[in-house]
């Protein structure tokens, strides 16, 4: 690890940054930047389906969503979208499972 001039590792986001940013963090819990990616992947994408899209479909289309980093923690790919009701929420089950924007009803 290599520290800067004012002696904090290069890769440590700061906790105003990820404030600024709506990232969920702690003073000494740096940003998951795996997991920020994601949710602009995520955004993106709900933008062009304001209506929701298939979770087969946002697999397919957000590939980084199977990244290995990203599901760290998280049984599955649904449990993963559950865990960012900031983003994204789920409706349906199984094969019909649709992923929608968190500000649709």
Same mark, same amino acid.
């Given at each position: 690890?290599?520290?800067?001039?004012?002696?904090?590792? $290069?890769?440590?986001?700061?906790?105003?940054?990820?404030?600024?940013?709506?990232l969920?963090?702690?003073? $000494?819990?740096?940003?998951?930047? $795996?997991?920020?990616?994601?949710?602009? $992947?995520?955004?993106? /994408? /709900?933008?062009? !389906?304001?209506?929701?899209?298939?979770?087969?479909?946002?697999?397919?289309?957000?590939?980084?969503?199977?990244?290995?980093?990203?599901?760290?923690? !998280?049984?599955?790919v649904? !449990?993963?979208?559950?865990?960012?009701?900031?983003?994204?929420?789920l409706?349906?089950?199984?094969?019909?499972?649709?992923?929608?924007?968190?500000?649709?009803?």
């Open positions: 690890m290599t520290l800067n001039a004012t002696g904090r590792a $290069d890769n440590v986001k700061l906790y105003s940054t990820a404030a600024s940013v709506g969920q963090s702690t003073p $000494d819990r740096p940003i998951n930047t $795996d997991l920020w990616r994601l949710k602009k $992947d995520l955004w993106n /994408l /709900l933008a062009r !389906h304001p209506d929701g899209i298939p979770l087969s479909k946002v697999r397919r289309s957000c590939p980084f969503i199977l990244n290995p980093q990203v599901l760290k923690g !998280h049984t599955s649904r !449990h993963l979208l559950q865990s960012i009701p900031d983003v994204v929420r409706s349906g089950f199984g094969v019909q499972t649709m992923v929608l924007p968190t500000n649709t009803q």
